[in-house]
């Protein structure tokens, strides 16, 4: 921004200027970083007051809030920076005289289809720098265009699974800060994902296991952690299976009911922890039966999650991630899931 610019603005009401320190709790940076982007590409406040706090105003607000969505959607500094520049003044941007005001930014950030490894690596610190800033617009955006992109499945593994990683071990390495954080990331992908799980339903009659037949998902006893399980439930809600979705904590006697009253294919049992997972549980379920007499059934067990790393439970099935997942299941409903994603 040129000086002649900033003198312009400096008729703005005082009234409707913020300091650095404000401006950085707003967009959940650092007061630190609002100044490095100053002192490097020029985004600066237009008020420069000897002796007095800097301050920012709309204009200069709505640049740095610009810079933020660039960098989030994976756009290295300096580029975004010139970006910036260039959307909220053209002029300014290729050096020349000032041109009017800003244009209207963009709501969603421009979609990027190449699958390649270096498109995932940007979208999860892209989700993860928006996710620190608590900039809920932009996580959102960001995670829809992950699954219109690469389908579901492919976001979940390339993109939503190491932004959660990368938060939560910003959050241990910093001690009791960035809960928020965590928080707002794993509500927005529970969010996309329960937007994606429309798999139809079916009638709770017991029947022998048939490829028609509900699958029950549901945490183990004291499993908190259920962003897994929802993302299978979404994957098959993509694939058009039925199921029967009872999410986290799920006590022993309601998984036995359930199992009863739906006679499912395959029981998935989700334990993130080893302490949580029980494989008497697991053996319990494995055999219930259901039916008339000379018809009976009972389902297939697949424990899902880390919590399960140790004995084996006879005859389980044991899935490495959501795709392998997603094969089993389908091989055990003798068919191999069809749908908007790829398997």
Excluded: N
């Amino acid at each position: 921004m040129s000086e002649g610019q900033r003198r312009g603005q400096d008729s703005e009401s005082a009234s409707t200027a913020v300091t650095t320190g404000a401006l950085a709790r707003r967009l959940g940076v650092s007061p630190t970083t609002l100044r490095t982007w100053d002192r490097r590409y020029g985004l600066g406040p237009a008020r420069r007051d000897p002796g007095h706090h800097r301050r920012w105003s709309e204009r200069d607000v709505a640049m740095v809030e610009e810079m933020g969505r660039l960098t989030s959607s994976g756009v290295p500094p300096a580029e975004a920076a010139h970006q910036a520049l260039k959307l909220l003044d053209p002029d300014a941007a290729s050096g020349a005289a000032p041109g009017p005001a800003a244009v209207p930014r963009p709501r969603r950030p421009a979609r990027r289809a190449p699958s390649s490894p270096d498109t995932f690596v940007r979208r999860q610190r892209g989700l993860s720098r928006a996710a620190v800033r608590l900039d809920a617009p932009t996580v959102q955006d960001l995670l829809t265009d992950a699954v219109e992109s690469h389908s579901l499945v492919t976001a979940w593994q390339e993109v939503m699974v190491p932004a959660l990683h990368a938060v939560g071990r910003k959050w241990e390495e910093a001690g009791d800060r960035y809960v928020e954080v965590e928080h707002l990331l794993s509500w927005h992908v529970s969010r996309t994902l329960h937007r994606c799980a429309t798999a139809p339903t079916t009638a709770d009659t017991p029947s022998a296991p048939t490829a028609s037949a509900p699958l029950v998902l549901a945490c183990v006893p004291g499993e908190q952690h259920s962003l897994p399980l929802e993302a299978l439930s979404a994957a098959l809600g993509e694939f058009g299976v039925p199921q029967r979705m009872f999410g986290a904590a799920v006590p022993v006697e309601a998984v036995s009911a359930a199992v009863r009253r739906t006679g499912p294919a395959v029981v998935v049992l989700w334990a993130q922890a080893r302490s949580t997972a029980s494989v008497p549980l697991a053996r319990h379920i494995a055999e219930i039966r259901w039916g008339v007499r000379g018809a009976r059934g009972r389902p297939a067990v697949m424990l899902a999650g880390p919590g399960w790393a140790g004995p084996a439970v006879r005859g389980a099935l044991r899935p490495a991630s959501l795709r392998e997942a997603l094969v089993q299941i389908g091989r055990v409903r003798g068919e191999t899931p069809t749908g908007r994603g790829t398997v």
